[in-house]
């Protein structure tokens, strides 16, 4: 059995057109677009979550999944407008 990790990136205007990669164990899993959600299943057991944009990554997160269970996290970039 799997859970699922469900992954929002915000809407602010840092990197609009540009979409983040989803790396999951090290392994590039997908892309999310801005104001985009997307789902991925993870298997039980350990995993580090980080997700990246051109020289940018973010902190890497660890989240030990259980079955049947639905991890949610938003990310997005500190930078803000004028």
Known sequence: MSSII???RDSNYFG???K???IIDGQKVGEIAYGETRLFNLRPGLHKIQVK??????????????????????FGSNLRGW
């Open 16 to 18: 609009i057109l540009r």
């Open 20 to 22: 983040y990669r989803v």
């Open 6 to 8: 469900s992954l929002t």
């Open 53 to 74: 944009i051109d020289w940018w990554k973010s902190k890497s997160m660890s989240i030990d999944a259980s079955d049947h269970v639905t991890y949610y996290l938003e």
